[in-house]
């Protein structure tokens, strides 16, 4: 695989994670060689067909999968600020408003705004303010509602990340750094002993995600062909409920029989300390078992359904009583009747007019008459502003929320499963690789310890 794409695929921080192992590997003894090797083969096989597309600091996953949808992997928070626009368009800014169906909205709210534009001919002052006063009371009301919500929403996304699929993460790694340091031996049982930990743990994190979108029972040929899940262990699972939680099942039934002192008929290395281990180790499986089932209750413990319905009601009624507003105001002020300035001589006529000398007075004529050409282009352009932008603001902010409500889906801002997939995987065999480089029983550690190695020692 080209170097340059693991280290696109891996990257984070400036450290390339695949990167770190295969230089490592090539200081390592023989006796690393061959896992070394199946590592690399491993991650080029899973990242075929992924490309990267990068710009402004904008790192997104795409897949050759169109159902699977593209996933922001990480931006840069500088260019954000200092180029918004340019990044509109690496973002598919366009895309996402059209999902939302925001587009077919802003266009009902401009034509609204201007029948109310020809509408005001007929306004006075006083419906003026008494417009303008029910777009204040409506705004108000939903200011109480929308903060709140886009910051419930925004704590749930941040705890599934850290807490619930961090947690599941954590475990996942836990119980294969225990398999690395115990299963060492080479021997066959040590090796396949591994395999099925991380097989294991590679199951639950992708049903994980497969059961947040709906997908727990047809993705489980998916898994089955990649090799995750074998065929009997899918047909097991294709009738329970919460199938993440079951794979845990099986990982906590495997360390304890392994945690035996007889070893439970395994012929895996046996344990040390096995009895003071086991609460530890059971404990790693149970912690994984329920981060997995917290972040599925999250998923489908949605908000309140009043309190969003209300929110998307004064949402709908903010936006188009501010089209209103702004239309009545617009139109307002550019067909009031406006007089010309006053020149002396023009003074003098409406001196004699209201003397009832003469009847001739300055002709008064509608303000878009009147006025300047440029001044009437800031006031349409003002009023197109304000009747846009508005609901781009209250409506991208209850999109946003409702988009964070199932961080696990498949929108564009969701988590990047198989991209943690791809790192989770890489740590683990990580683990297991810098564990045997040290393994001074197998004598492949003597260049790591030399000095501190008992049959190095020498005597005083």
Known sequence: MDRELRRTLFERQGTTQLEVLIDTSARLSTCAADDTEELSEDAETHSRGVTFHAGYGIKVLRHPDSERGDKLIEYDAEQVQVRPWAIASKVQLSATLSASGLLPRLGMYVVVSILFAALSLWFDDSTVLTVASLNATVSSGLFFLLGPFVTLCLSRWWSMRMDLLGGVWGAIADINLY??????????????????????????????????????????????????????????????????????SWLLHFWERALREDRGGLGTSPIPHACTQAPLV?????????????????????????????????????????????????????SRLTCPAPSPVAAAAIALAQAGVSESQPECLPAILMQSHLSTLMILVGWLVSVLVYPIIYSGLLFIGTMLSNPLGKDYIDFPGSFYQHIMKAECKGFYRCIDAVNTAAGCGTQWWGGVLAN?????
């Open 179 to 248: 398999a690395g340091l115990w299963f060492r031996s080479g021997s066959k049982a040590d090796r396949e002993a591994r395999a099925l930990i991380l097989r294991y743990g590679l199951a639950a994190h992708n049903l994980l995600y497969k059961e947040a979108r709906g997908e727990g029972g047809s993705g489980l040929d998916e898994l089955v062909q990649k090799g995750v899940l074998h065929a009997h262990e899918a047909a097991i699972l294709k009738p329970l409920p919460s199938k993440t939680q079951m794979v845990f």
């Open 282 to 334: 059971l404990k790693r499986c149970m912690d994984g078992r329920g981060a997995a089932g917290g972040a599925l209750a999250l998923v489908f413990t949605q908000l309140p359904f009043p309190y969003v319905h209300l929110l998307s009601l004064l949402v709908s009624l903010a936006c188009l009583v501010n089209a209103v507003v702004e239309g009545a105001h617009m139109g307002y002020v550019l």
């Open 456 to 460: 190095e020692v020498s005597e005083p």
